[in-house]
Structures are given as structure tokens and as C-alpha cells.
């Protein structure tokens, strides 16, 4: 997005990072599902509050958080999940549960809403954004944070 994009209450700050959110499951179960399309009307788990644009095809089951989406699937509690990679590889490393990567579901751009009367912070918030993203901090604390070894 550019640079004070406007979305509803929301001017959008800069991108911080590209993110893809994937579907998952153990590894056991990846064979049965590699496109998007074969989870339609099955139950996949979410994060509750979150709006997925397409969430109408699927048999939502919501969780609280993701570190409980990652728990849910490796008790077996429920087959397939949608996270963001950084944040399932992190967690799925804390819980000690192996996942499989499987379909892509959403590609976009992390960046900061700001509410639009804080809208004058703006220009700060995008400097230190790219201050960090030339520093090398943001990939640092994602790899810190994040297991990257699927």
C-alpha cells in the first residue's frame, strides 16, 4: 500500500513485510488436500475476530489464538488450519508440533492501521518502519522467533 492509503477509519502506514497465509496440517494428513478448493465445506480452524474473505466456503471453527490453532491441530482436535506462516512456524516450534505446509490462502502485506485522528504520526511510524526494515531488525526478530526449517 502507499503511503497514507486510506481504508475506512484507517490510514494505512508503509509495508513492513510481504506475509503469505497458508493452509495447514500434520504431516500425515498433507496428501489429502493440495488445493484451496478441496477445503470447501470442510471445517477449518481460524482465528476468531479475523475476517477471511472467504470464510463462507468453509465450516469455520475459531480459536483464540494461533498458539491454540497449533495446539488444536497437533491434539487432532481439528484437521486443517489457516495461519501466517511466520507466526505457525513460531509457534508450531514452541508446541513442538511438526506441520506440513500446504495450499496458499492469502498473500499480502503486513503494515500498521493507524486510526485516522492519529493520522499525523504517520510520518514517524513510516520512518522507523523503514529505519528498521534497512537495519536488518525486522527480518532479524521474524528469524529469531520464527522456525524456518519446514
Known amino acids: 500500500m502507499s503511503k497514507g492509503m486510506t481504508e475506512g477509519h484507517f490510514t494505512i502506514a508503509d509495508r513492513i513485510k510481504d506475509k503469505t ?3 495447514y496440517s500434520l504431516p500425515k494428513d498433507l496428501s489429502q488436500c493440495q488445493t484451496v478448493a478441496c477445503n470447501y465445506g470442510e471445517t ?3 482465528i476468531s475476530g479475523y475476517v477471511y474473505f472467504d470464510s463462507d466456503k468453509f465450516v469455520r ?3 483464540q489464538a494461533e498458539s491454540n490453532l497449533i495446539l488444536a491441530l497437533g491434539m487432532k ?3 486443517v488450519i489457516i495461519m501466517e506462516e511466520a507466526a505457525a512456524r513460531y509457534w ?3 508446541h ?3 506441520i506440513a505446509l ?3 490462502h492469502t498473500a499480502g502485506k503486513m503494515a500498521l492501521r493507524v486510526h485516522t485522528r492519529h493520522k499525523d ?5 513510516n520512518r522507523a518502519i523503514a529505519e528498521l526494515k534497512q537495519t536488518g531488525q525486522i527480518d532479524r526478530i521474524l528469524n529469531k522467533y520464527s522456525d524456518f526449517s519446514l
Open 21 to 23: 497465509g497458508y493452509f
Open 44 to 46: 477449518v480452524g481460524m
Open 61 to 63: 471453527m475459531d480459536f
Open 77 to 79: 482436535r481439528i484437521d
Open 92 to 94: 508450531s516450534s514452541m
Open 96 to 98: 513442538n508440533v511438526k
Open 102 to 104: 500446504g495450499p496458499i
Open 121 to 125: 504520526k504517520l510520518p514517524a511510524i
